[in-house]
């Protein structure tokens, strides 16, 4: 072998713990592109591919009972790709942990022979027989069974059905990220075991093309109502949907797009710690350089022999992060898949992907090679001269700065910890790479905590709207006193409201068609709404016919503003109503009004009565609300109430909180592994800087400097590091967590979230700092107290 | 596994002392075998010697002679392969890294030949830091005695200066006060003026003269016979073996080195200096 490859084997082995320092810069940060860029091909491939297998409706129209021959009327329509029935009922079901809930049953005669919205059976049967269930996916979990489970469900005049679950299923043309309600699958012959009737309710269609153009499906959806109206039939409601792309892409995006910002920033670290070594490996072989160059060495030829080096180091950190950056990727996919509703192809059917893996080398090779060609060149050009003598003429003559000046000044503190403070500021460039590492791990890890608080902030600010402590629905309408002296019989009730619930259809000025509204009417003086508001204000008692729409209305009429009257249908009575303010909801496409009880109650002729109630408890606690939830339920029920459902309002906040909490785990994932970069970075500096101050250390020996001095030296030098990027970390996360938390409100909710702060992530923080610098000093600690001063002299 | 090796209790450390007559060092058949690929190499092959209280012995020799091995064995930088090494109450040879650290602090003073000044430390604070490692003294007390050396050496005005901004023979000067701020009975100097000019060469060396005075041990090791010669004693080590020992006049045949370009100067001035330097060092100690 030529000598100058022996030298490169050389350097690699002898100094195995700064070999692996650089393998291990490269890998992380090669790994992080590795696992973000396999997730960002696989999840929304598998998503879109998933997405169109499953034929998504395009037009859902609920109207009166119908049979199969309007479907085929419909489906003879020009631009109907598909026409099907389905009939929905609701009804409640005991869960796993006894307390009841509601589910949504979609029925079909066929449910085997569906076109439109096909379920993807994830086990147990596809088609399910009479008086059997099929369990959508996310329900299993919510309700807590498993397959074959027999369920038990409560019908409206008490009777109690059973039915065994058969199947599991995932519908993946699922379009609502933030609000789930159990649902199954059944026969038209089991609705009517249920006693309902076994026709249909909704029709749903698909159009033949251009299912990502809204225009169009517009427009085949007036035909299809017109038919339904033709027959004689009202639309009670319509619903549009392009399904061209899944309604989940654009969480995504933001979701993968955070995660390769932060991937990028990894590389980012990766390659500063890359950059230090380097730098360091460069500087203790500065005599190697010159006596290299000595014995007849080009510069050329000397930077060919680093660069090797280098080549051999992201080699070593390819073979490693390649398939791990694989295997994490695809598990990355699975975990943001559960929340996005996505089936993943199985991990073998994700072979390497070439551009992710062409991805992969090129950062593995161009980083370190892009960070190593400064110090490599500045090495390989130093002058025998300078080599030689350490630095020659030019390092003797030391230019100090103010702060090191400072320094010099500094009395407070006396000898290990003097010489601990100043030997921090030594290498400032490599203290300033090491800093910015850790303070951005840090700010990152603080700043994820941040958005944690800030994203439960948005979820009850939204859930506010629609859900109290505990929210009691009937299925009628009962006198709100009747409802409110039962409910202050049992103990824990603080108050109730009764809110009026009725569809309205808003008639928008220059279009045929309506837009329909969901109008909640709570008292005028209701305690439960802390609405936010984007223009104008929140209905007053006194207000006539005045509504409050959320954002999505902006949608339909982008000139709405405070003061515009609008036509709206309610109860088959269009009147002119007054637009007072306009909320922020979640960006949802439906839209919300919320005026009025005393008004709303009357325009529906239901004054002093409603059937859903808002109930305020003392104690707001989940436990609290669930333990409650079911004493109303039983306590209404006993007294010949028809309860529908008396649902805790914490788990809506529940639910959603979960999904939002699945993102946070996987940023603080991130975090982690930008701290574990800073750390790996900590370590390398002290060991470089012991690695120059041996003879200093051994110096220290010589006039008595015994371990534990020498050990608190290095320790205290980790710390004052762990302490100034808290500080910066600190500083650097307001920005982060203001960035953060608004791109994944905006992508989820449509709207930015209000900064808040957590001392949780401080304090967190500030331990595990306090941890990792301590942990990454120890080693280098070690090896310092272990230096010898007969050593000291062989280096000399 | 003991991340940082046995922590010891604290031992009280005495101050190395030797009965009237009595030899403070005392080595007995060191022998240094260096493991190297090329094979072992004897550095020292039993050697045996003492050293007094208040002498001031030069250690001669060729480059690879074992002159710097010897005095590592009584530093404790190195470790004798066989043989025993003790300086007055202590078996130095047995000491761990860490207790040997503690012990030198009180009982050795080292002086090197490139200073070793920790660079991110002014002079005084240099001067203070065995004082503070050792727990000598109070703080107030470290500081006057830190500048009554510096004066000694005449680096008062210089006190607070970093040891980058002053000259090689006043860092040296100021790794001398260093070595004698626990003052301990022993100072091993390792060619000490090989870095300096005559003038600076024969500040060092009178100081050395008036320390013997004040009792101190000198052991010296140096290449150049003429301030050899300024000792009162001479060990000479040829291949590993103590082939001369006496009276630094009777030392004959001294070098296979040519004396330094400065060390006749410097020995002359060394006695012109000495007397200056006497006074101030009684105050000092």
Redesign the interface.
């Known amino acids: 072998m030529r000598p100058r490859y022996r030298k490169v084997i050389a350097d690699l082995w002898d100094n195995k713990a700064r070999t692996a320092l650089v393998v291990a810069s490269i890998t992380i940060g090669v790994f992080a592109v590795g696992m973000i860029s396999t997730a960002y091909l696989v999840l929304p491939e598998a998503m879109n591919r998933g997405f169109v297998a499953a034929s998504p409706v395009n037009i859902k129209v609920a109207t009166m009972p119908f049979g199969d021959d309007l479907i085929k009327s419909v489906s003879r329509i020009p631009g109907v790709g598909a026409a099907e029935g389905r009939q929905t009922v609701e009804v409640r079901i005991t869960k796993a942990d006894g307390s009841l809930e509601n589910i949504e049953l979609i029925a079909t005669k066929d449910t085997g022979m569906h076109e439109i919205n096909i379920n993807n059976l994830i086990e147990g049967k596809q088609v399910p027989d009479d008086n059997e269930l099929l369990m959508w996916r996310d329900g299993m979990q919510t309700l807590g069974f498993s397959l074959g489970d027999i369920v038990t469900l409560e019908l409206e005049d008490g009777t109690i059905r059973k039915m065994p679950i058969v199947g599991v299923v995932d519908d993946l043309t699922h379009d609502n990220a933030t609000m789930r309600q159990p649902r199954g699958y059944i026969t038209l012959d089991t609705v009517e075991w249920l006693q309902f009737e076994p026709i249909y309710n909704n029709m749903w269609v698909t159009v033949d093309r251009d299912t990502d153009d809204g225009n169009y499906i517009a427009s085949v959806s007036a035909e299809v109502q017109s038919k339904i109206e033709n027959s004689g039939r009202p639309v009670f409601f319509v619903r549009e949907f392009t399904s061209a792309v899944h309604p989940m892409a654009s969480i995504a995006q933001a979701v993968l797009g955070i995660l390769s910002i932060l991937g990028l920033l990894i590389v980012f670290l990766s390659g500063s710690l890359i950059a230090n070594t380097l730098n360091s490996l460069i500087t203790q072989h500065t005599r190697q350089i010159g006596v290299m160059k000595l014995i007849g060495a080009r510069t050329q030829q000397i930077t060919a022999i680093y660069l090797i080096e280098i080549l051999a180091f992201s080699a070593m950190a390819l073979a490693i992060s390649i398939p791990l950056g694989a295997i994490a990727g695809y598990e990355l996919s699975k975990v943001l898949s559960t929340e996005i509703n996505v089936i993943l192809p199985d991990r073998g059917a994700v072979p390497l992907m070439p551009l992710v893996v062409a991805l992969q080398v090129f950062v593995g090779l161009a980083v370190p090679l892009g960070v190593g060609i400064f110090p490599i060149r500045r090495g390989a050009g130093i002058t025998v001269e300078d080599a030689v003598t350490g630095g020659g003429k030019a390092a003797?003559k030391?230019s100090k700065s103010w702060f090191d000046r400072t320094m010099?000044k500094i009395k407070a503190f006396?000898?290990?910890m003097?010489?601990a403070l100043?030997?921090t500021f030594?290498a400032k460039g490599r203290l300033a790479l090491t800093l910015f590492t850790l303070a951005l791990g840090g700010g990152i890890f603080i700043a994820v905590f941040n958005v944690r608080i800030a994203l439960h902030g948005k979820v009850d600010e939204i859930t506010g709207y629609f859900a109290a402590d505990v929210n009691l629905d009937f299925d009628r309408n009962y006198r709100t006193e009747e409802i409110e002296q039962f409910a202050k019989q049992i103990p824990g009730v603080d108050y109730i409201e009764g809110w009026s619930i009725t569809l309205g259809d808003i008639h928008v000025e220059g279009q045929q068609a309506t837009k329909e509204v969901i109008m909640f009417a709570p008292p005028a003086d209701s305690r439960l709404i802390e609405p936010v508001l984007i223009a104008g204000r929140w209905v007053r008692p006194g207000d006539q016919r005045a509504i409050a729409l959320n954002e999505a209305y902006l949608s339909v009429n982008p000139d709405a503003k405070p003061g515009d009257q609008i036509q709206i249908s309610v109860n088959g009575k269009e009147k002119t109503w007054t637009i007072v303010g306009i909320y922020q909801f979640t960006g949802l496409p439906e839209v919300f009004g919320y005026t009025t009880y005393e008004t709303l109650s009357s325009e529906i002729n239901s004054k002093f009565h409603a059937s859903s109630y808002r109930i305020a408890t003392q104690d707001h606690s989940l436990a609290f609300q669930q333990d409650l939830s079911a004493q109303i339920d039983a306590h209404f029920q006993k007294n010949g109430f028809l309860v529908k459902e008396a649902q805790a309002g914490g788990e809506f906040r529940e639910t959603m909180t979960e999904q939002m909490d699945t993102i946070i785990w996987l940023l603080l994932v991130m975090a982690l592994l930008t701290a574990v970069v800073g750390s790996i970075g900590l370590a390398g500096t002290l060991s470089m800087n012991i690695l120059e101050r041996t003879?200093?250390i051994g110096?220290?020996?010589?006039?008595?400097?015994?371990?534990?001095?020498v050990?608190r030296l290095v320790m205290i030098e980790g710390l004052i590091i762990g302490l100034i990027s808290f500080l910066l970390a600190a500083a650097v996360s307001f920005p982060i967590s203001t960035v953060l938390s608004n791109v994944i409100t905006i992508a989820i909710f449509k709207s930015p979230a209000d900064f808040t702060l957590s001392p949780n992530g401080f304090l967190i923080w500030s331990l595990l700092v306090a941890i990792l610098t301590t942990v990454a000093s120890?080693v280098p600690?070690?090896n310092a107290?272990?230096l010898?001063?007969?050593e000291v002299?062989s280096y000399? | 596994m003991k991340l940082f090796g046995s922590r010891q209790p604290k031992a009280k450390i005495s101050v190395a002392t030797a009965p009237a007559g009595e030899p403070l060092i005392k080595m007995r058949d060191i022998v240094k075998v260096f493991k190297t690929d090329a094979g072992d190499f004897t550095a020292l092959k039993g050697i045996s010697i003492d050293f007094y209280e208040s002498e001031f012995i030069s250690v001669i020799g060729k480059s690879g002679s074992g002159k710097s091995t010897l005095v590592n064995m009584i530093t404790g930088i190195d470790r004798p392969t066989s043989g025993t090494v003790a300086i007055g109450d202590a078996q130095i040879d047995q000491l761990s890294e860490s207790e040997m650290a503690r012990w030198r602090g009180l009982n050795l003073g080292i002086v090197f030949q490139f200073y070793q000044l920790l660079p991110m430390l002014s002079l005084i604070e240099n001067v203070i830091l065995p004082m503070q490692l050792a727990e000598q003294y109070t703080p107030a007390e470290r500081k006057d005695r830190a500048m009554q050396l510096l004066s000694l050496v005449g680096l008062e005005d210089y006190a607070h200066k970093m040891p980058a901004n002053v000259s090689g023979g006043q860092q040296q000067s100021a790794a001398i006060a260093r070595a004698i701020a626990n003052d301990p009975p022993i100072i091993v100097a390792d060619e000490p003026t090989g870095n300096l000019d005559s003038r600076s060469a024969a500040m060092v060396f009178s100081l050395f003269d008036e320390l013997v005075q004040q009792g101190k041990t000198i052991i010296m090791v140096t290449h150049d016979r003429h301030l050899a010669a300024k000792a009162r004693r001479t060990v000479r080590i040829h291949d590993g073996l103590v082939v001369d020992d006496g009276a630094s006049t009777d030392v004959v045949d001294l070098s296979d080195a040519k004396p330094s370009a400065g060390a006749a100067e410097a020995a002359t001035l060394a006695d012109a200096q000495q007397e200056e330097v006497t006074e101030a060092l009684k105050h000092a100690t």
């Open positions: 003797n030391e010099e006396q000898g290990p003097v010489i100043r030997n030594r003879r200093e110096v220290l020996r010589a006039i008595g400097g015994y371990n534990s001095i050990v120890l600690a070690r107290a272990q010898t001063i007969r002299l000399e």
